[in-house]
């Protein structure tokens, strides 16, 4: 068995078992590109500050560059006992370039050098999903665009309220995809602080330049303190609760487009492309795609739970408990890539049923709060003109009939209030153009909004 990097003191090697328990290069090998960035970096300042020399340096980097190219060609050789991405490539330079290897770990250890990976590795991340939900954003306003003036009943407690341009309904889950971006810039700013040189957790008696190597690798400072720097995982924590935001809502909307899709509703129909079958049911044409949205959400939440849990109970500074904070990472970031990108095009696949909807449109007196608004702008207090309505409504169920239906002597005789018209504020057409509220779903406060998206994404 080869020794051990950290081997000096031990006089036996460790079993199979423990070093397959505690290996972590099966996973941890995707931090190998942000692994070299920051050994590049590190070896840098280490010449600058004459610590090692400059053709120490140079050796460095080249094997590290050389390295690279090897695992990106797959020629590399992971081994499972070199523990960790961190050493697994420290080992190798030492193989290819021997002695100046020796020197790049000077002045750090791998509790900052992981650390250091991780934020950088996290940072990329955060980027690709920003693009991800930009695209999302993209292409749900393009299905907006398609789908100019359609009306849709709009729902809570999944009851019939009022009716909606589907449009506002569709931006309104562009507005949420904007508040989980603003999330992740927010965690990418606080995540943008440098922990190497923290080296194990006090930091070192060697004249290094932590300014240099932070700014090399395009971090905003060095973190302050060096304990926080190699304890702290709330850089983590706070991007997978933005993740696990999201997930929510993408969950929200998949569950709104596999109930549209419904016989029950039929309000949409999903293009084959982005339809399963049935192995046996051969009429079944299923919304799978928003079905695994909707449950990878859970995965997304529990890669949160699971880092939580994971750290609530650690003392500073590094526990090794902490290089389990990785896979749930991983996981959160590819299932969210993975379920922006088949949102987005599930939206480009939908067409909308304009002759279901507009049938099933008279159904549930979506325009009865309407009416009651005709009744406040004739001057009865609010709570009067919900009660009157109320009564309406309730002759309509009577007689299986809409507000529309009704005759103005029907009407009068609820209240002698109402007038011919009235009939300008009834049915779902008539209703709609009332709203004018700021941010309602008026077709000129749409307008304005789809006005505002089209230009904000850069859509013509
Ligand atoms: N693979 C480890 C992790 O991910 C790297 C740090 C190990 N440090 C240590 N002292 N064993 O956390």
């Known amino acids: 068995k080869e020794a051990k990097l950290w081997g000096g003191r031990f006089e036996e090697s460790v079993t199979d078992a423990v070093e397959r328990f505690t290996e972590s290069v099966s996973y941890d090998k995707q931090l190998y590109k942000h692994d070299i960035m920051g050994s590049k970096a590190h070896a840098s300042m280490l010449a600058h500050q004459g610590l090692i020399t400059v053709s120490d340096r140079d050796s460095i980097i080249e094997g590290l560059n050389e390295i690279e190219r090897r695992i990106e060609n797959g020629e590399f050789n992971w081994r499972t006992d070199r523990e960790d991405v961190h050493m697994n490539i420290e080992a190798a330079l030492t193989d290819m370039i021997g002695e100046p290897a020796k020197k790049l770990h000077t002045a750090r250890s791998r509790n900052d050098q992981v650390l250091t990976d991780f934020r950088l590795w996290c940072r990329d991340a955060i980027d690709k999903i920003l693009k991800s939900m930009k695209h999302l954003q993209i292409s749900l306003v393009t299905l907006a665009l398609k789908n100019d003036g359609l009306i849709v009943p709009g729902y809570t407690h999944l009851q019939r309220a009022q009716p909606v341009l589907l449009q506002h309904l569709l931006l309104a889950y562009v507005e949420e995809i904007e508040r989980d971006a603003g999330r992740l810039v927010d965690c990418r700013a606080r995540m943008n602080f ?30 302050r303190n060096s304990i926080d720097a190699v304890s702290d995982r709330d850089f983590v924590m706070e991007f997978l609760s933005a993740n696990a935001i999201t997930a929510v809502h993408l969950s929200r909307l998949g569950e709104e487009w596999v109930l549209w899709a419904s016989e029950e509703f039929g ?22 795609p928003m079905e695994l949205v909707r449950g990878k959400s859970a995965r997304v939440i529990g890669d949160l739970v699971t880092l939580l849990t994971l750290c609530k109970g650690l003392p500073h500074a590094y526990n090794r408990d902490l290089q389990e904070d990785k896979e749930p990472v991983f996981d959160s970031v590819k299932t969210i890539l993975g379920m922006l990108e088949v949102s987005a095009e599930f939206a480009l696949n939908i067409t909308y049923n304009r002759e279901r909807i507009q049938k099933a449109l008279p159904a549930g007196h979506l325009d009865a709060t309407t009416v009651a608004d005709y009744l406040v702008k004739k001057g009865v207090p609010f709570r009067t003109s919900h009660d009157i309505v109320g009564r309406a409504v309730a002759l309509c169920t009577s007689k299986n009939c809409q507000l529309l239906d009704l005759t103005l002597d029907e009407l009068r005789s609820i209240d002698t209030i109402f007038d011919q018209d009235v009939y300008e504020f009834l049915g779902v057409e008539n209703s709609i153009q009332k709203f004018s509220s700021y941010g309602s779903t008026g077709s000129a406060c749409v307008a304005s909004q789809l006005h505002y998206w089209t230009k904000k994404l850069e859509i013509n």
Not at 207 to 216: G, K, L, Q, Y
């Open 194 to 223: 440098c922990p190497l040189g923290a080296c194990a957790l006090a930091g070192t008696g060697l004249p290094i330049d932590r300014f240099m190597t932070s700014e090399a690798l395009g971090f905003t400072a060095p973190l």
């Open 267 to 288: 309000f949409i129909t999903p293009s084959d492309s982005v339809s399963t079958g049935s192995s046996i049911m051969p009429q079944k044409k299923n919304p799978d």
